[in-house]
């Protein structure tokens, strides 16, 4: 029982889950899920059992299921199995097998946790046993499985947190088991009389995890009898690095960063200063970029104002204005700066939206409202970038030969506070071609030359 006492410990000890909780917990059917399952029981826990049915070795896979459902028996627990067809989906969403499989399984279980799921065992929601709240998923992830993961990280590229192996918790996913041994797990079994089922898979090594786990770790051991104990002291250090790290970077981001609305204002030369690629990805990657845009962040600190990078899933932009980086939404009616592309017709922001049109000069409808912006195409470069405007602006006001702040400008223009904390201006490589519903700049106005206009219109 001294293991049973050692994973309890180690559920206090990382605040993991409370006796009361009611938990879920992935079991495939191999050892590791048997022994967790086991001592989840002896410790008193309410739990569930989820089971994932992949279909990919025929008769095994739907002995596993039925093996599973045994287990349900024999603790008096009910079991949720799903079955996927992981080839399908591993093919159209071109991916690994072991990359669908993962995906797979982990929307399943969210959708457990989340309550979404419509059947059970032929029950409907309300007659099945799972009234209560799921407030974790608990996953059978041992050291050996942390030292793997280690390895493979290490050899694919990462940063620091890749050498941290795999979280005790992530959100609602507990992974209780993981200071135990596989040969610990293998001896609880043993000694508990416990039936598992061997998943026969596991003993081909062209999957990258199984080829770690059986040549690359035995190879290293016969050198290095003490390899994983090593490895496993290594993660701690890194784990109390990484906290380290933490701080210090919190500390600088805090310092650098400035907030304004949904984006983040970086001043460009103090971020070089640093000449840290480190701290460029911690400023970076939360909005979804990678590191592999580190290279292009700092090729985008010699660039001109207006460029910029997008994020891989497009939801952010880093724009490069005159001396900072912006980190904002892309589109979002919410950001305080906006890119504007020559292709884009209608652009939404917090006080209205502009639609924008090229249109032959012989066809221009003069007019002399000011939410309608005439604009000489020739000398306008794009991107355009829409922005609210700042102490130390100026503009040509149309009509007018010298340059004059927008400050002075909005003064005479007799606004009131809440009026000009709501003008925009509208940028083209660094110069203002528009106080959005006020002027042009007398240098983009249509002359008898023009032949191409950009008509904007704002409406509020």
């Known amino acids: 029982m001294q293991l049973l006492s050692r994973f309890q410990q180690y559920i206090q000890q990382h605040h993991l889950f409370q006796t009361k909780d009611q938990l879920l917990l992935a079991v495939s059917g191999g050892v590791d899920s048997v022994v967790l399952a086991d001592l989840c029981h002896k410790a008193g826990n309410q739990f569930i059992i989820a089971h994932c049915n992949f279909q990919l070795r025929g008769e095994e896979s739907d002995a596993d299921e039925l093996f599973v459902r045994s287990l349900g028996e024999k603790y008096k ?129 062209k999957y990258t995890r199984n080829f770690f786990r059986n040549e690359i770790i035995p190879a290293i051991e016969k050198v290095y009898p003490q390899v994983k104990t090593n490895l496993t002291d290594n993660i701690n250090r890194f784990l109390e690095i990484e906290q380290l790290y933490k701080l210090s970077t919190q500390a600088i981001i805090k310092k650098l960063c400035r907030i304004k609305g949904k984006e983040i204002h970086i001043p460009v030369k103090q971020l070089l200063q640093y000449n840290n690629k480190a701290l460029i990805y911690e400023i970076i990657h939360p909005y979804g970029f990678s590191e592999k845009q580190i290279d292009e962040v700092l090729k985008l600190a010699e660039s001109d104002s207006g460029k910029y990078i997008d994020s891989p899933a497009f939801h952010y932009r880093i724009i490069k204005h005159r001396h900072w980086f912006i980190i904002s939404p892309v589109q979002s009616a919410e950001s305080v700066t906006l890119i504007i592309e020559e292709n884009d017709e209608r652009v939404l922001f917090e006080d209205g939206h502009l639609l924008c049109r090229k249109i032959d000069a012989s066809k221009v409808d003069l007019n002399s409202s000011n939410t309608i912006a005439l604009l000489d195409a020739k000398g306008i470069t794009f991107p355009l970038l829409l922005r609210k405007w700042k102490t130390g602006d100026y503009f040509y006001p149309l009509g007018m030969k010298k340059k ?53 219109s704002y409406t509020v």
Do not use: C
Not at 85 to 101: G, H, P, R, V
Not at 181 to 200: H, N, V
């Open 77 to 205: 627990v009910e079991v949720l199995v799903k079955k996927f067809d992981t080839k399908e989906y591993a093919a159209t969403n071109k991916l690994s097998i072991q990359e669908a499989a993962r995906a797979l399984r982990y929307m399943w279980f969210e959708e457990l946790v989340n309550g979404q799921w419509s059947m059970v065992n032929g029950q409907s929601p309300g007659e099945a046993h799972h009234s209560s709240l799921i407030t974790h998923l608990l996953t059978a992830h041992h050291a050996d499985d942390n030292i793997e993961t280690l390895l493979m990280n290490f050899f694919r590229g990462t940063g620091l947190h890749g050498l941290t192996g795999i979280p005790a918790a992530n959100g609602h996913i507990k992974r209780p088991l993981l200071s135990f041994t596989k040969q610990e797990l293998l001896d609880y079994a043993t000694a508990e009389g416990l039936q598992f089922r061997e998943d026969s898979s596991n003993q081909s090594s």
């Open 404 to 456: 004059k702040k927008v400050a002075r400008f909005l003064i005479d223009a007799k606004l009131s506070k809440p009026q000009k904390e709501k003008v925009w201006v509208l940028e083209s490589n660094r110069k203002i071609i528009w106080v959005v519903g006020h002027r042009i700049d007398d240098r983009f106005k249509l002359i008898p030359s023009t032949k191409d206009v950009l008509q904007i």
